[in-house]
């Protein structure tokens, strides 16, 4: 029974990801279907969070648009997921970024690898 899982979710796994951890600024073009239409979005943010394994790993994406914070949830293995460029390796110290929705301007900035 376990064997046949690991089978069904190496198929699911995507292949040719970056590696990215908590802390770094990327930029997500996101595959949008409009009726017939599809088109590419692009959401650049900071990464706050990463929990689970495997298949049902996800990572949490926060960006500010109009001076409101917009956070949204990805699968890492999501196929509407074009591309993950990664624009800036974060130093950080912890797991979770939480706390920098209680942040705004210079005070929420990470700081780079260098």
Known sequence: MNSLMNIIEKDSIVENRPEFH???TVDLKIRIKEGNKTRLQSFEGTVIAM???GV???F???KISSGVGV???FPVNCPNIEEI???SKGKVRRAKLYYLRNKIGKAAKIKTKV
């Open 60 to 62: 949490t994406v926060r």
């Open 56 to 58: 049902s790993e996800t």
């Open 22 to 24: 908590v802390g770094d």
């Open 85 to 87: 460029i990664i624009k």
């Open 51 to 53: 929990k689970g394994s």
């Open 71 to 73: 956070e949204r949830v």
